[in-house]
């Protein structure tokens, strides 16, 4: 197997174990778990003033576009960030 192809087949499973994260609670990619995970602290203390449910929601949001944007770009080898 060339090196590009293992590369590929390591972030494949990384996009799928954070994806997985929403179920068992765990991340991988330590950019999105960290703005995840702030954001999931904020909301959940804003919860007591019901705006946090918006928070919470958003941050839901914009995990799920990391990932799919992510394994997107993955699929049609373009760079990380563009």
Known sequence: MSDEK??????TA??????AGFFVG???QIRTFWWGLRW?????ILV???VGFAV??????????RIV???LN?????????
Do not use: H, M, R, S
């Open 26 to 28: 765990l991340t991988w």
């Open 6 to 11: 293992e590369l590929k087949t390591l972030a």
């Open 40 to 44: 999931a602290v904020v909301g959940g």
């Open 74 to 82: 993955l699929n049609e080898n373009k760079p990380v960030g563009t």
């Open 48 to 50: 007591l003033v019901v």
């Open 69 to 71: 944007k992510g394994w």
């Open 56 to 65: 919470l929601f958003a941050d839901a949001v914009w995990i799920i576009y």
């Open 14 to 19: 990384v996009y799928a174990l954070q994806a």
